[in-house]
Protein backbone atom coordinates (compact mmCIF):
# COMPACT_ATOMS: atom_id res chain seq x y z
CA UNK A 1 0.00 0.00 0.00
CA UNK A 2 0.52 3.39 -0.33
CA UNK A 3 3.25 4.73 2.29
CA UNK A 4 4.20 8.37 3.66
CA UNK A 5 7.33 9.05 5.66
CA UNK A 6 8.06 11.88 7.50
CA UNK A 7 10.94 13.50 9.25
CA UNK A 8 11.84 13.75 11.78
CA UNK A 9 9.67 12.12 14.20
CA UNK A 10 10.45 14.71 17.05
CA UNK A 11 12.46 17.74 17.44
CA UNK A 12 13.18 20.01 19.76
CA UNK A 13 14.42 23.63 18.88
CA UNK A 14 15.42 26.55 20.49
CA UNK A 15 13.07 29.34 20.25
CA UNK A 16 13.71 31.94 17.56
CA UNK A 17 15.39 28.99 15.54
CA UNK A 18 13.86 27.38 12.42
CA UNK A 19 12.86 23.71 11.70
CA UNK A 20 12.70 22.02 9.01
CA UNK A 21 10.06 19.00 8.64
CA UNK A 22 9.64 16.75 5.60
CA UNK A 23 7.29 14.47 4.23
CA UNK A 24 7.59 11.90 1.36
CA UNK A 25 5.18 9.80 -0.34
CA UNK A 26 7.64 6.43 -1.14
CA UNK A 27 5.44 4.53 -3.89
CA UNK A 28 3.62 7.19 -5.47
CA UNK A 29 3.35 10.11 -7.01
CA UNK A 30 1.70 12.74 -4.86
CA UNK A 31 0.55 16.13 -6.79
CA UNK A 32 -1.41 17.10 -3.23
CA UNK A 33 -0.04 17.02 0.13
CA UNK A 34 -2.00 18.43 3.50
CA UNK A 35 -0.45 19.61 6.38
CA UNK A 36 -1.97 19.51 9.93
CA UNK A 37 -1.13 20.07 13.46
CA UNK A 38 -2.88 18.57 16.33
CA UNK A 39 -3.55 20.46 19.52
CA UNK A 40 -3.82 18.82 22.13
CA UNK A 41 -7.41 17.27 23.12
CA UNK A 42 -8.11 18.79 19.89
CA UNK A 43 -8.67 17.77 16.12
CA UNK A 44 -6.46 17.65 13.31
CA UNK A 45 -6.44 21.16 12.10
CA UNK A 46 -5.89 21.54 8.22
CA UNK A 47 -2.91 24.43 7.87
CA UNK A 48 -2.53 24.09 4.44
CA UNK A 49 -2.87 22.32 0.97
CA UNK A 50 0.50 21.85 -1.07
CA UNK A 51 0.29 21.05 -4.91
CA UNK A 52 3.11 20.46 -6.84
CA UNK A 53 5.29 22.91 -8.37
CA UNK A 54 2.69 25.94 -7.54
CA UNK A 55 2.44 27.77 -3.99
CA UNK A 56 0.82 26.44 -1.10
CA UNK A 57 -2.99 27.68 -0.16
CA UNK A 58 -3.17 28.32 3.37
CA UNK A 59 -5.75 28.04 5.37
CA UNK A 60 -7.30 31.05 7.69
CA UNK A 61 -5.13 32.11 10.55
CA UNK A 62 -2.42 30.17 9.61
CA UNK A 63 0.91 32.59 9.10
CA UNK A 64 2.21 31.63 5.55
CA UNK A 65 5.79 32.98 6.31
CA UNK A 66 5.95 31.46 9.62
CA UNK A 67 5.27 28.22 8.19
CA UNK A 68 6.91 27.59 4.67
CA UNK A 69 5.98 25.15 3.00
CA UNK A 70 7.44 23.69 -0.39
CA UNK A 71 6.13 20.75 -2.14
CA UNK A 72 8.95 20.73 -5.18
CA UNK A 73 8.38 17.23 -6.46
CA UNK A 74 5.34 14.92 -6.42
CA UNK A 75 7.05 12.96 -3.97
CA UNK A 76 8.34 15.46 -1.37
CA UNK A 77 6.73 18.33 0.49
CA UNK A 78 8.19 20.50 3.49
CA UNK A 79 7.49 22.54 6.58
CA UNK A 80 9.85 24.76 7.83
CA UNK A 81 8.40 26.31 10.73
CA UNK A 82 10.20 30.01 11.53
CA UNK A 83 11.10 31.93 14.35
CA UNK A 84 9.83 29.10 16.10
CA UNK A 85 8.26 30.25 19.20
CA UNK A 86 7.15 28.29 22.34
CA UNK A 87 3.81 28.23 21.36
CA UNK A 88 4.73 26.39 18.17
CA UNK A 89 5.10 23.28 19.55
CA UNK A 90 2.89 20.85 18.75
CA UNK A 91 1.66 17.51 16.79
CA UNK A 92 2.54 17.88 12.68
CA UNK A 93 1.17 15.58 10.52
CA UNK A 94 1.50 15.22 7.01
CA UNK A 95 -0.75 13.52 4.27
CA UNK A 96 -0.20 12.26 0.42
CA UNK A 97 -3.15 12.50 -2.00
CA UNK A 98 -3.18 10.43 -4.99
CA UNK A 99 -6.95 10.01 -5.36
CA UNK A 100 -10.09 10.17 -3.77
CA UNK A 101 -10.72 6.17 -2.13
CA UNK A 102 -10.29 3.76 0.85
CA UNK A 103 -6.59 4.60 0.29
CA UNK A 104 -6.41 7.92 -1.18
CA UNK A 105 -5.01 9.86 1.91
CA UNK A 106 -2.19 8.85 3.54
CA UNK A 107 -0.82 9.87 6.53
CA UNK A 108 2.83 10.25 7.97
CA UNK A 109 3.72 9.05 11.62
CA UNK A 110 4.00 12.63 12.45
CA UNK A 111 6.67 15.27 14.22
CA UNK A 112 6.15 16.20 17.34
CA UNK A 113 7.98 19.88 17.77
CA UNK A 114 8.83 21.01 21.03
CA UNK A 115 10.46 24.58 21.19
CA UNK A 116 12.47 25.46 24.58
CA UNK B 1 -18.09 26.61 12.81
CA UNK B 2 -17.34 22.69 13.44
CA UNK B 3 -18.39 20.55 10.03
CA UNK B 4 -17.58 17.18 11.50
CA UNK B 5 -18.36 16.58 15.40
CA UNK B 6 -17.86 13.74 17.60
CA UNK B 7 -19.27 14.76 20.93
CA UNK B 8 -18.30 11.97 22.78
CA UNK B 9 -14.96 12.83 23.91
CA UNK B 10 -14.74 9.71 25.42
CA UNK B 11 -16.04 5.81 25.44
CA UNK B 12 -15.11 2.75 27.68
CA UNK B 13 -16.62 -0.82 26.52
CA UNK B 14 -15.90 -4.16 28.10
CA UNK B 15 -13.82 -6.71 25.94
CA UNK B 16 -16.33 -8.67 23.87
CA UNK B 17 -19.05 -6.06 23.80
CA UNK B 18 -19.96 -3.86 21.30
CA UNK B 19 -18.54 -0.27 20.56
CA UNK B 20 -20.18 2.44 19.03
CA UNK B 21 -18.79 5.84 17.66
CA UNK B 22 -20.70 8.40 16.43
CA UNK B 23 -20.16 10.99 13.83
CA UNK B 24 -22.50 14.01 12.63
CA UNK B 25 -21.89 16.72 9.89
CA UNK B 26 -23.54 19.42 8.86
CA UNK B 27 -21.80 20.02 5.44
CA UNK B 28 -23.95 18.67 2.44
CA UNK B 29 -21.18 18.58 0.15
CA UNK B 30 -19.37 16.48 1.99
CA UNK B 31 -19.76 12.68 0.23
CA UNK B 32 -16.90 10.33 1.70
CA UNK B 33 -16.17 9.66 5.01
CA UNK B 34 -13.64 7.72 6.99
CA UNK B 35 -12.63 6.52 10.27
CA UNK B 36 -9.28 6.78 11.55
CA UNK B 37 -7.84 5.13 14.49
CA UNK B 38 -4.76 7.42 16.37
CA UNK B 39 -2.39 6.65 18.77
CA UNK B 40 -0.32 9.12 20.94
CA UNK B 41 2.44 10.43 18.90
CA UNK B 42 1.74 8.54 15.97
CA UNK B 43 -0.07 9.50 12.59
CA UNK B 44 -3.60 8.47 11.79
CA UNK B 45 -4.22 4.67 10.48
CA UNK B 46 -6.59 4.33 8.29
CA UNK B 47 -9.49 2.19 9.51
CA UNK B 48 -12.82 2.33 7.04
CA UNK B 49 -14.51 4.12 4.80
CA UNK B 50 -17.87 4.79 3.23
CA UNK B 51 -19.05 6.94 0.18
CA UNK B 52 -22.46 8.63 0.48
CA UNK B 53 -23.95 6.12 -2.26
CA UNK B 54 -24.10 3.40 0.48
CA UNK B 55 -25.04 3.47 3.86
CA UNK B 56 -22.95 0.92 4.79
CA UNK B 57 -19.62 -1.05 4.87
CA UNK B 58 -18.46 -4.13 6.45
CA UNK B 59 -14.64 -5.34 7.24
CA UNK B 60 -14.05 -7.46 9.66
CA UNK B 61 -14.95 -6.33 13.45
CA UNK B 62 -15.82 -3.06 11.82
CA UNK B 63 -18.73 -1.70 10.09
CA UNK B 64 -19.95 1.86 9.61
CA UNK B 65 -23.76 2.79 9.30
CA UNK B 66 -24.32 6.52 6.67
CA UNK B 67 -28.06 7.99 7.58
CA UNK B 68 -27.60 10.81 4.52
CA UNK B 69 -30.64 12.46 6.01
CA UNK B 70 -29.44 12.74 9.38
CA UNK B 71 -26.17 13.28 8.29
CA UNK B 72 -24.87 11.22 10.56
CA UNK B 73 -22.56 8.04 10.78
CA UNK B 74 -21.28 5.71 13.03
CA UNK B 75 -18.42 2.99 13.70
CA UNK B 76 -19.43 -0.12 15.48
CA UNK B 77 -16.71 -2.69 16.48
CA UNK B 78 -17.63 -6.11 17.23
CA UNK B 79 -16.05 -7.45 19.18
CA UNK B 80 -13.79 -5.39 21.30
CA UNK B 81 -10.97 -5.97 22.06
CA UNK B 82 -8.34 -4.47 24.14
CA UNK B 83 -6.03 -3.26 21.56
CA UNK B 84 -8.59 -1.26 19.91
CA UNK B 85 -8.17 1.60 22.44
CA UNK B 86 -7.06 4.51 20.83
CA UNK B 87 -8.53 7.78 19.82
CA UNK B 88 -10.45 7.27 16.72
CA UNK B 89 -11.01 10.19 14.14
CA UNK B 90 -14.24 10.90 11.81
CA UNK B 91 -12.91 12.45 9.12
CA UNK B 92 -15.38 14.19 5.78
CA UNK B 93 -14.17 15.29 2.29
CA UNK B 94 -15.99 16.76 -0.82
CA UNK B 95 -15.62 15.05 -4.00
CA UNK B 96 -12.19 15.33 -5.52
CA UNK B 97 -9.15 16.26 -3.90
CA UNK B 98 -10.13 17.79 -0.85
CA UNK B 99 -8.64 17.77 2.73
CA UNK B 100 -10.08 15.61 4.97
CA UNK B 101 -12.03 17.37 7.81
CA UNK B 102 -11.46 16.14 11.52
CA UNK B 103 -13.83 15.63 14.21
CA UNK B 104 -12.06 16.23 17.17
CA UNK B 105 -11.75 12.14 18.03
CA UNK B 106 -13.86 10.03 20.75
CA UNK B 107 -10.89 8.16 22.92
CA UNK B 108 -12.16 4.25 23.25
CA UNK B 109 -10.86 2.19 26.02
CA UNK B 110 -11.67 -1.30 26.12
CA UNK B 111 -11.75 -3.00 29.52
CA UNK B 112 -11.07 -6.69 29.85
Known amino acids: GAVVSQHPSRVICKSGTSVKIECRSLDFQATTMFWYRQFPKKSLMLMATSNEGSKATYEQGVEKDKFLINHASLTLSTLTVTSAHPEDSSFYICSASMSQGPYGYTFGSGTRLTVV | DQQVKQNSPSLSVQEGRISILNCDYTNSMFDYFLWYKKYPAEGPTFLIS?????DKNEDGRFTVFLNKSAKHLSLHIVPSQPGDSAVYFCAASEMGNTPLVFGKGTRLSVIA
Open chain 2, 50 to 54: ISSIK
